[in-house]
């Protein structure tokens, strides 16, 4: 199978790498593509906003499916960005889903716990659940989300959470570089959801896609690691594993914290149906941030 990769030098594109040459003997040919290109890092152009531009790439290579890692995923950027954000999170995924249902090909996209949160609640966030963004960057993902519902194609979008890599900027390595450098550092405790390690998303991605389970499985997955922790507890673990024992990490509101969006208070993903229908086993959100630490430490 010819599989397209749209983001490929960002968190998840780069673990799509990794996870792709780990796969090789398989069979299955990816092209990594991104608008920004990395010296070192062969990809391919290409300009989702630019749906001629996915036509004759799909055209010339083949390609049966497309991986969706491109995102516009600055949140509080996003307020004062809409159109950028609304370009790349919406419009360019209904490209994407446009030119799927052409050839009859899969899309799978990547979107966001962020489509929930204004309404309150205190249990796991189902794949049926009415999407309540509170800000214009989870507005941006729901809309692209239903622009691929009505194109047509064949899809399957996973919504993830608190995505963090060895990889590019993420809350992981920042909290590194805080927690080595400071002597104090509060952090909020009233947003809880679970951390997701690009590296085990990429996997699931990986599986489902070349064991074309997706085949009369098409639909909305939720993905992220396993368990529930608040940002505070997320650094607590991080200072703990890299050995940054002498910065005090305290907890504390989000309002100590002014911003132009308000972020979800609670967004724990439910995934149960992406482990029934797929087999996708998901790995405990410690166990593999002990897993990237070891990796950017080493």
């Known amino acids: 199978m010819n599989i397209l990769v749209t983001g490929a030098n960002g968190q ?15 069979g299955d040919n990816y092209i990594f593509t991104d608008v920004n290109q990395v010296e ?13 531009a996915i ?7 083949g390609v049966e499916a497309i991986i969706n890692c ?11 960005n809409r159109p950028v954000a609304e370009l790349l999170n919406a419009t360019a995924p209904e490209n994407l889903a446009k030119v799927m249902a052409e050839v009859g090909g899969l899309l799978v996209h990547v979107s966001t716990d962020y489509v929930f949160g204004k309404e309150p609640y205190n249990t796991p966030c189902k794949e049926d659940q009415t999407g309540t963004p509170t800000g214009v960057y ?27 890599s060895e990889f590019g ?18 952090v909020v405790f009233d947003q809880v ?8 998303l990429a996997k699931a991605i990986c599986d489902i896609v070349t064991e074309r389970k997706y085949v009369g499985n098409t639909g909305v997955y ?54 029934q229908t797929f087999g996708v086993a998901v790995p405990y959100w410690t166990d593999s941030l002990k897993i990237c630490i070891k990796n950017l430490k080493g």
């Open 55 to 61: 036509q004759k790439m799909v055209s010339d290579n």
């Open 70 to 80: 491109a995102a516009y995923t600055n949140v509080d950027g996003a307020e004062s």
């Open 222 to 275: 939720h993905y992220s690691n396993e368990g529930v922790c608040s940002w505070f507890d997320f650094t607590k673990m991080i200072a703990e594993y890299s050995g940054q024992t002498e910065c005090s990490v305290q907890p504390c509101h989000s309002d100590e914290f002014p911003s132009p969006v308000t972020r979800p208070s609670y967004s724990v993903l439910d995934k149960t149906k992406i482990k």
């Open 40 to 52: 070192g890092v062969e990809t391919t152009y290409l300009d989702i906003t630019d749906i001629d």
């Open 138 to 164: 989870g507005e941006t993902k729901l809309l692209g989300e239903q622009k691929i519902m009505a194109s047509g194609c064949n899809y399957i979008i996973i919504r993830t959470a608190w995505l963090y």
């Open 169 to 186: 900027k993420n809350f992981c390595k920042t909290m590194l570089n805080l927690t080595a450098t400071k002597p104090e550092l509060k």
């Open 193 to 200: 959801g679970t951390p997701t390690y690009a590296y085990d």
């Open 12 to 26: 998840l594109g780069n673990e799509l790498r990794i996870v792709a040459a780990q796969a090789a003997k398989g």
